[in-house]
């Protein structure tokens, strides 16, 4: 059975991808600075800092690989990004590179923020950050090239789009990640024999998709589309006001927004 570090356990996605791995399909060595209540048969509690390289090193030593769901996914305060989304992930990186350990990385779709609605990009798409936030993942991909270039360490990195039960505004109708094609997207990277250093975006099989994926090493399938929602969610504006409507990273694009383009 593969030994799986999953950081950001008591996070949004992190619970969810606990949840659905309670069948013991993994071994899981858990890691947040937060409680995670009382562990299964199949997991471990790693309490931690992961800015401690120490801590990190002994995390990830002897594992198949980290699934990396800690930072902090606001675009509030830089010094919270430089230490949890910088400083953080460096300590994983150099774990992983001591121990030889895969890493999935959650980038971001604010990472591509930037482009407009009308435009559909692929993986190999000019980074367009929407935000400090976006420029932290473009610092983590970046991170992700660097360590499989120069040490070998193997890295999928997933644009995520948004990861919500169910769609729930317009904008979803192009970006909705569903929890079953989340599961499966973090398995195939966990499972494929190899995956250099890819990037995967996160999102359904939505017919909206501004995203679409050219080289797919990991077998990804989605199966959910937001579409089976459109008659719902169609005519509920995208939070964050008419700019949000322009840009597909919706309200982080509208913040701070002062081109009079
Ligand atoms: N939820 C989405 O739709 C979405 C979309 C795009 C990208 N992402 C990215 O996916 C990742 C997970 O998202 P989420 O929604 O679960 O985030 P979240 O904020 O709910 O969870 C993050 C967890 O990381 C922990 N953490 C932060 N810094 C830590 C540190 N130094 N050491 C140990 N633990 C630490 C926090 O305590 C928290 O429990 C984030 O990197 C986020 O940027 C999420």
Request: glycine content about 8%.
């Amino acid at each position: 059975m593969k030994t799986i570090v999953l950081t950001g356990a008591a996070g949004n996605i992190g619970k969810v991808l606990r949840q659905q791995w309670s069948d013991g399909r993994y071994q899981l060595r858990l890691n947040d600075i937060k409680p995670l209540g009382p562990m299964a048969a199949h997991e471990t509690l790693h309490a931690g800092d992961l800015r401690d390289a120490a801590f990190c090193s002994e995390l990830l030593a002897g594992a198949d690989a980290v699934v990396h769901m800690a930072g902090i996914g606001t675009d509030l305060e830089l010094d919270l990004l430089i230490e949890h989304n910088l400083k953080a992930l460096l300590s994983v990186y150099q774990a992983a590179r001591s121990h030889t350990v895969r890493v999935v990385y959650p980038s971001s779709n604010h990472a591509i923020g930037m482009y407009p609605v009308e435009t559909e990009i692929d993986e190999y798409a000019a980074v367009r950050p929407d935000s400090l936030y976006g420029i932290s993942k473009v610092w983590g991909e970046g991170i992700a090239r660097l360590y499989y270039d120069k040490h070998g360490v193997e890295s999928v990195c997933l644009r995520i789009g948004s990861f919500e039960t169910e769609p729930f505004e317009r904008r979803h109708l192009h970006t909705w990640l569903s929890h079953p094609d989340m599961q499966h997207l973090v398995e195939c990277c966990i499972e494929a024999p190899q995956v250099g250093f890819q990037i995967m975006y996160g999102v359904s099989a939505n017919t909206r998709r501004w995203w679409q994926q050219t080289d797919n090493p990991i077998g990804y399938q989605p199966q959910s589309n937001a579409e089976d929602f459109a008659a719902r969610i169609a005519d509920i504006p995208s939070r964050g006001g008419p700019l949000a409507e322009r840009f597909q990273g919706g309200g982080f694009a509208a913040v701070d927004y002062s081109n009079n383009k």
